[in-house]
């Protein structure tokens, strides 16, 4: 079973950047597949960014341009730059499987705030 730890998150200013980080533990992780996530309060999670099984990239439209998502499967992390971050990219951001049928259990995300 794979597990999964975000962070990297923070308390930055608008047009300012973050990394975030997902190490994973346990066997069978690859970074193909994988996502990143976020959540807003109020708001259902919504997929920002993913490594398609075949090593493409997806964005949300929120996000292209702006975020790049990589990872490293000898690392067993995701990373994801985030670059000219807006106030609407505040929420709590999680990486996932986003091709699998079920997802792994779910970190403790990690909190992006940006301020304006």
């Known amino acids: 079973q794979v597990q999964l730890a975000e962070s990297g998150g923070g308390l930055v200013q608008a047009g300012r950047s973050l990394r975030l980080s997902c190490a994973a533990s346990?066997?069978?992780?690859?970074?193909?597949?994988m996502g990143w996530y976020r959540q807003a309060p109020g708001k259902q999670r919504e997929l920002v960014a993913g490594?398609?099984?075949?090593?493409?990239?997806d964005y949300a439209e929120s996000a292209k341009g702006r975020f790049t998502i990589s990872g490293d499967n000898t690392k067993k992390a995701v990373y994801l730059q985030m670059d000219s971050l807006k106030p609407e990219d505040t929420a709590r951001y999680y990486c996932?499987?986003?091709?699998?049928?079920?997802?792994?259990?779910w970190g403790q995300g990690t909190q992006v705030t940006v301020s304006s």
């Open positions: 996932n499987t986003y091709t699998r049928p079920t997802y792994y259990d």
């Open positions: 346990g066997s069978g992780f690859s970074i193909a597949g």
């Open positions: 490594i398609t099984r075949i090593g493409n990239t």
